[in-house]
């Protein structure tokens, strides 16, 4: 059994070790858009440099992060966890010793890989360490001490730009990496799901990477001319999703027996038509937050004429607001079902997106910024918590981590295959981050064209989600992460089904106990 409690020092230790380690890896994907003119500068990076930089890190973390979660129960959840914290510090050094950008985004995806194997681990070693009766104070707080590191995050990122260079945005990860290991190492203890079984399902794993790497290449590439490169690349990602699909629904029906691997995606789930309807706005809305998310840091610097600092910490309202606001927005949709908050929130976000395709040239921050900002971070402080409580409602109660996992791959593979799409479209190509009347054009495009994608999802969800999922559900099906900062994707949940009997813990290296809580697919920032 789990026998960690909060109020001992271990239990501070596992907090600082999951908190610090996810936090690292969420950080560093948004962090680095604010480094990007400056590393653009140097590396002689095109306008398509700029999006594989941001996009080959998105591309392997949301191809391998639900394959990630299924290591982490069955090899060791500590285990995975600090194997993925080395490897992320190990592609983070290569980052910033990058001689050209080709290196550079080699190592970011490098990167995803990392981030995919310690994500999910974080929230999951909480979950499986902490007796039952100090799990729920412990899972809150980890989510408001990584929302207080969210907070706290670009504008470091920003300072540590201005003042020491971009490339210690990624140089700074791996002494912070280090002490995840040796405090992991020394306080945390393994646990694992004994009921794991069956092989794993490299196949699925390698298709959808396929899938988004073809398919994603194709759309950046694409405003340069329809080559044979683009077409090939194009045709791979078309057919690894159409074998994706027939690869996960013939092993759903194996059901994983015989020895054959269980489906990374079980497609069944979305035969729930609450479930498809919420991935497909979640689809539809991280896509235009992703494009947003991207855009906005490089606008205020190459079109403004922000600091790096400045424009790091300009988002930072969104992030404050979700601290203060996600909870009670989850508490509302309880009590008055999903569709009302979700909906409002989503027509809010469209709103402040709105506002803020406005910033361009001698832009005032007060004026002109912070009113778009907050209300967008109003918008999504609203939609989020009930977008997530939707997921796990749709879901049955033992699946809530696989179900928060597709969810979380679902919003960043739309963020990925829109950063890849839309700027193009808007046509910022080439060198036009060096152009800050043509970057203003196509920003204030972009924006409005992402606006118009929150407000089909505010569409999408008034008319698809039912306002009964959630006073219907079981109590304790609402998340267990309440606070909701996370921007580039929705919060990943563990598993709620109980301890299996004759589970046990195995010893950490300090010889404190600790033991599984139950199968714990997925969970961190």
């Known amino acids: 059994m789990a026998e960690v409690r909060l109020s001992q020092g271990q239990g501070r230790w596992i907090l600082l070790a999951t908190v610090l380690g996810s936090g690292v890896a969420s950080l560093d994907a948004t962090v680095v858009n604010v480094a990007l003119p400056r590393l653009a500068k140097d590396l002689s990076a095109s306008m398509a440099d700029l999006q594989w930089t941001v996009n080959a890190y998105t591309l392997t973390l949301a191809g391998l992060i639900l ?48 981030g995919a194997l310690l994500t999910p681990g974080s929230l999951a070693i909480i979950q499986a360490s902490f007796v039952e009766e100090d799990r729920p104070r412990a899972v809150g707080a980890w989510s408001g001490l990584s929302g207080v590191a969210g907070a706290v995050g ?53 298709l959808a990477a396929l899938t988004l790497a073809g398919t994603t290449y194709a759309l950046t590439e694409a405003p340069n001319g329809a080559g044979a490169g683009v077409v090939a690349a194009g045709l791979v990602g078309i057919g690894s999703a159409v074998a994706f699909v027939v690869v996960e629904r013939r092993r759903g029906r194996g059901n994983g027996g015989g020895g054959r691997p ?112 907050v209300v967008f971070g109003l918008g999504l402080s609203a939609m989020v918590a009930p977008l997530t409580a939707t997921v796990l409602a749709s879901a049955n109660v033992r699946h809530a981590g696989i179900a928060s996992g597709v969810n979380n791959a679902v919003a960043r593979a739309a963020g990925l295959l829109a950063v890849a799409a839309i700027p193009p479209l808007v046509g910022l190509t080439g060198e036009a981050y060096q152009n800050p009347a043509k970057f203003a054009s196509g920003f204030r495009e972009a924006m409005l064209i992402c606006s118009g994608m929150l407000l089909a999802g505010a569409v999408l969800t008034l008319f698809t989600v039912r306002d009964d999922t959630l006073k219907t559900t079981p109590e304790g099906r609402e998340p267990e992460c309440r606070t909701h900062c996370a921007v580039g994707a929705p919060p990943l949940e563990p598993e709620r089904s109980a301890v299996p009997a004759g589970a046990a813990a195995e010893p950490g290296p300090a010889g404190a106990g600790g033991g599984p809580a139950g199968p714990a697919d997925t969970g961190g920032a």
Request: hydrophobic share 55%; proline share 6%; with cysteine.
């Open 154 to 206: 670009p504008f470091a990122g920003g300072w540590l730009v201005e003042a020491a260079g971009w490339r210690w945005v990624f140089l700074l990860n791996a002494p912070l990496a280090l002490i995840v290991v040796l405090v992991a190492l020394r306080h945390v203890p393994e646990t694992r799901d004994p009921e794991a079984t069956g092989r794993f399902d490299i196949a699925g794993a390698a």
């Open 262 to 373: 269980q489906p990374m995606l079980p497609l069944a789930m979305f035969a729930n038509r609450e479930f498809s309807a919420v991935n497909a706005v979640t689809f539809v809305v991280y896509g235009g937050m992703g494009v947003m998310f991207f855009l906005f840091v490089l606008n205020l610097q190459v079109v403004s004429g922000f600091s790096p600092i400045a424009a790091g910490t300009a988002l930072l309202p969104v992030t404050v607001l979700m601290l203060l606001l996600s909870a009670r927005a989850g508490a509302l949709a309880q009590k008055i079902g999903p569709r009302r908050p979700m909906t409002v929130g989503l027509v809010l976000a469209a709103a402040g997106m709105a506002l803020v395709s406005r910033v361009g040239e001698h832009a005032s921050y007060w004026r002109d910024v912070l009113p778009g900002v």
């Open 67 to 114: 394959l990630g979660g299924s290591l982490g129960d069955r090899f060791g959840r500590r285990r995975v966890f600090v194997i993925g914290v080395i490897w992320f510090a190990t592609a983070s050094v290569l980052c910033g010793a990058a001689p050209d950008v080709q290196t550079l985004i080699a190592a970011r995806a490098l990167q995803g890989v990392g």
